[in-house]
């Protein structure tokens, strides 16, 4: 959809970037600092949800790209415009839910045991490994749609166990991803 440069790459990762930093500014800011469980729970289906919604808004980046660039008046400018405007349409909202859960459990790690440097090492091994899993092996073996299923999923089914009481809001992905099965067409990466 995009148009491959540079600019590209430096648009949708400043978007990711600003969104990351954001939701941890947001989350150091607001979220209370009890009931660790359940929030992380929370912030587990929000983030699930909110990849789900991104992965339906990919149907319509050729037509939101094509509308934003004509708006902008096309050029070079309005292209870099038009593709950090369609990847902030579709990242920003679960970006900023991935740095609150970041954030959140930066917070539960900090402490005497393991505490916080073991967790950023892991976080960071499976950083490093995730873009090989996932854009070398699975990408090419089970295509756009199913791979992005399984990793909005993952998150899902991570907050199941810290779930206590109510389970609603845990339908509210579920149905997500049953639409998203039956979801005819091909899906464009962004």
Do not use: D
């Amino acid at each position: 959809v995009l148009e491959n440069t540079v600019y590209s790459f430096a648009g949708v990762l400043s978007v990711y970037l600003f969104g990351t930093a954001a939701g941890a500014a947001l989350y150091q800011k607001f979220a209370p600092r009890t009931e660790y469980r359940q929030v992380l729970s929370t912030l587990l289906i929000a983030l699930s949800t909110a990849c789900f919604v991104g992965i339906i808004l990919l149907w319509g980046s050729p037509f939101i790209y094509r509308g934003l660039r004509g708006a902008l008046g096309g050029g070079m400018w309005g292209s870099v415009l038009g593709e950090v405007t369609l990847a902030a349409v579709i990242l920003f909202v679960p970006t900023i839910f991935m740095g609150a859960t970041f954030s959140h459990l930066a917070q539960g790690a900090r402490g005497p045991e393991e505490g916080l440097g073991r967790a950023l090492g892991v976080n960071t091994l499976g950083a490093s490994l995730a873009p090989a899993l996932f854009g070398v092996v699975c990408l090419p073996a089970l295509g756009a749609k199913i791979t992005l299923i399984i990793l909005a999923s993952g998150y899902l089914l991570l907050a199941l166990p810290w779930r206590s009481a109510r389970r609603w809001p845990v339908l509210i992905p579920f149905c997500l991803i049953i639409f998203l099965l039956f979801m005819p067409g091909a899906l464009r990466l962004v």
